[in-house]
């Protein structure tokens, strides 16, 4: 079969590698789709400290099961896979926050991912409900969204955002519209998404809807106003540069949250705070990471009903041999979505 091997810092090729052996009580999925995301970008320049030798990427996938050593799941059947799976008996796993799990493994570092023609899935996969049908009604082109999605629904569980809050989205690529679009759902009115590049606010607004985007202007002040009397109630930061932060501190209203949703460059994450702000103003500051399987079940679920127009989210498509352009794509920031389609 064809993969895409991961060898170290700026080693990225297609290769001809042995097809998976089915495990037991496993998964062999034929890959239909696998995203191309900002950590993958990350990881081809830089390396990262889960993997110790060449590896085959790819954590968004979906596809259809090849075959099956375990009675849930058949050949033919159509399943998008959440990445992480849980041990299941720590002491993270036990209150539910199966993302924190200092042992769990994930697709594409702990053992060969999706970007592949196929790839293999152990029994911990499924016995931590990572693996989930796929409803006739979804198309697999949009399944490949769960990953990123499950995310962000975290996230927004996170920062308890409602239907009685005005939501303000910094950044508008994958994450940054997904996060538009989900609050949308839980029914806040005031949804507003900025970005600096014309051409991201374009493509977000084709799903969302262009009342719910804009270029972001200099007048924070004006911003601000527009979240309601004191301020948006939640403000999303999907940007992990400076000027967002800053941006975030002065336009979220008293009693706010800022969800804090973006990695930031190693070599400066750090940004001082106005505690007195913080104290006085009794603002929130929320962190989220990942996602767990729950998550990823209701991802792939919303997929599935929502109303929000997803035909434009996934905008390119590349063959597997394409791997290259594919991530050249991403770090570009070109369109919401790159994916790629090994089974093509």
């Known amino acids: 079969m064809r993969a895409v091997l991961f060898s170290g810092p700026d080693d990225l090729t297609v290769v001809d590698a042995p097809e998976p052996e089915l495990p037991t009580g496993g998964l062999v999925i034929a890959t239909a789709y696998v995203g191309v995301c900002g950590s993958d970008v990350r990881t081809w320049h830089h390396g990262s400290a889960r993997l110790s030798g060449p590896t085959i990427l790819g954590h968004e996938t979906c596809g259809v ?3 099956s050593d375990d009675a849930r799941f058949e050949p033919g059947d159509r399943v998008a896979v ?3 799976a849980p041990c299941l008996h720590c002491a993270d796993c036990l209150v539910g926050a199966y993302n924190l799990c ?7 570092y702990d053992l060969p991912g999706g970007m592949a023609t196929k790839y293999a899935v152990t029994r911990a996969w499924l016995d931590a409900g990572c693996v989930v049908a796929v409803p006739e009604s979804l198309d697999l082109r949009t399944a490949v969204l769960a990953e990123p ?8 569980d996170r920062a308890d ?3 009685t809050d005005s939501v303000l989205v910094i950044g508008l690529g994958t994450i940054g519209t997904l996060h538009a679009a989900v609050a949308m759902s839980r029914g806040a009115t005031n949804v507003l998404g900025v970005d600096v590049r014309a051409e991201r606010v374009q493509a977000a607004g ?3 809807g262009s009342a719910h985007v804009e270029e972001l202007g200099d007048d924070a002040a004006a911003l601000r106003a527009r979240g309601g009397r004191r301020g948006w109630d939640v403000v999303v930061l999907a940007a992990g540069v400076g000027p967002a932060v800053e941006l975030a501190a002065r336009v979220v209203s008293p009693n706010g949250r800022i969800l804090v949703f973006a990695g930031f460059p190693s070599s400066s994450p750090t940004f001082a705070v106005d505690l007195n702000v913080l104290h006085y103003q009794q603002h929130s500051l929320v962190g989220a990471f990942g996602g767990t399987p729950l998550t990823y079940q209701r991802a792939v679920a919303w997929l599935a009903t929502t109303h929000v127009d997803l035909s434009t989210f996934v905008a390119n498509v590349y063959d597997l041999e394409e791997a290259l352009e594919a991530f050249a794509d991403v770090e570009a920031g070109r369109g919401l979505k790159t994916v790629m389609a090994p089974s093509r």
């Open 102 to 108: 200092s042992d769990r493994a994930v697709l594409g």
């Open 65 to 67: 099961v090849e075959a």
């Open 82 to 84: 959440c990445p992480g």
């Open 149 to 156: 999605l499950h995310t962000v629904i975290n996230g927004q």
């Open 161 to 163: 955002v409602s239907s």
């Open 206 to 208: 084709a799903v969302v």
